[in-house]
């Protein structure tokens, strides 16, 4: 079955469930029996979902989560338990900058959060997931194209495509697949936070005229994580996004 060893439930461990996209895609996991873990800053509001306080630019933060915390939850007591688990790298940094105004310290932090401190947390946890288990990173439309004043997110979204991939050729023959889900603008707290009202006037870009909800990402997320023949996918969900 999906829970592993023992008859465990599955387990969803999710970066960043406190809102947005997290938030709902610790939803859907929960509605499909799975144990929700959120590794974050902020608690996630959902009452069954287990919180472990973490700051993702911290390198030594996320390898003390992951291996006590995290570890501790996942063995039920037994160091050698393995489980069905389902680890979707979502947390994100997003602001503002350019080639001529970069801020090294914020292109580090969002290397950090993205590419890092998952890197950190596959080390720990692929030795205890069952095949059957998943890794889903969350990309951006601006993983596989730019757009002006984004240098620090653009770069550490393309970078998030190399590491599903390479993630994807290290674990052949596990039974553990990973794909990279890349949302179109999608109405969150962060995307309203930093276009303000603007945020509305750009669905115009896309077929339907709407932002996409951060609902319709988790239930792919949920897809994917159900889906091996996915490994290895970059899966667009943008509503189809008008080429210039």
Do not use: W
């Not at 338990?81 to 090294?104: P, Q, S, W, Y």
């Amino acid at each position: 079955g999906r829970g592993g060893e023992g008859g465990a439930s599955p387990i969803a461990v999710v970066t960043g469930a406190s809102s947005g996209i997290g938030l709902e895609t610790a939803k859907v996991f929960l509605e499909a029996g799975y144990e929700v873990i959120n590794i974050s800053r902020s608690a996630c509001p959902l009452s069954p979902v287990v919180n472990l306080p973490c700051d993702l630019k911290d390198m030594a933060s996320i390898a003390h989560t992951t291996s006590t915390d995290l570890n501790r939850i996942i063995s039920m007591g037994d160091k050698h338990r393995k489980r069905n688990i389902c680890l979707v790298h979502n947390a994100a940094m997003f602001f503002g900058d350019t080639a001529v105004e970069m801020d090294a310290e914020k292109l580090k932090d969002a290397l950090l959060v993205q590419t890092v401190s998952p890197s950190i947390m596959n080390r720990s946890l692929i030795p205890r997931m069952t095949p059957g288990s998943s890794i889903i990173f969350i990309g951006s439309t601006l993983s596989e194209k730019a757009v002006g004043g984004t240098l620090s997110y653009s770069t550490s979204k393309h970078a998030v495509v190399g590491l599903m991939r390479a993630t994807t050729q290290d674990l052949f023959g596990t039974g553990i697949h990973t794909s990279l889900v890349c949302p179109g603008f999608t109405d969150t707290p962060m995307l309203r936070k930093h276009l303000g009202d603007d945020a509305d006037s750009i669905a115009s870009n896309n077929a339907y005229g709407r932002l996409v909800k951060p609902e319709e990402i988790a239930k792919l997320v949920l897809t994917t994580a159900h889906s091996p023949a996915l490994n290895g996918s970059v899966l667009h969900a943008n509503l189809g996004q008008h080429q210039t």
